[in-house]
């Protein structure tokens, strides 16, 4: 079994910068496919960042892309996102999402989650 408690969210003004944190346990880290998602009020939860489990290469979403970066520490058993210029619309709860395998864009495919943490941005 693995958990993932996200921390790092809070509120924060239009254009400012946060990161998120991601604490993964119980599982082997570099075998796991890694993703944020995000769900804002009235709307489904979506796609932001994916990042890959041995090469590590990430991508992104259109909305966030030029914005935000993934990485992850291996040492740690930490997934980052560093979100710079934010926007109202970026407003949403946070979740950490693991894979055992590839991470993918397809929210489905993911085997674990995390509680999700709170991101306000105010205009």
């Known amino acids: 079994q693995v958990q993932l408690v996200e921390s790092g969210g809070g509120l924060v003004q239009a254009g400012g910068s946060l990161r998120l944190s991601c604490a993964a346990s119980?599982?082997?880290?570099?075998?796991?496919?890694m993703g944020w998602f995000r769900q804002a009020p009235g709307k489904e939860r979506e796609f932001v960042a994916l990042?890959?489990?041995?090469?590590?290469?990430?991508y992104y979403a259109g909305s966030v892309k030029g914005r935000f970066t993934m990485s992850r520490d291996n040492d740690k058993n930490l997934v980052y996102l560093q979100m710079n210029s934010l926007k109202p619309e970026d407003t949403a709860v946070y979740y950490c999402?693991?894979?055992?395998?590839?991470?993918?864009?397809?929210?489905?495919?993911?085997?674990?989650w995390g509680q999700g943490t709170q991101v306000t941005v105010s205009s």
């Open positions: 999402a693991a894979r055992r395998g590839p991470a993918a864009l397809d929210r489905t495919l993911y085997d674990y």
């Open positions: 119980g599982g082997t880290f570099m075998s796991y496919g």
């Open positions: 990042i890959q489990r041995s090469a590590g290469s990430t």
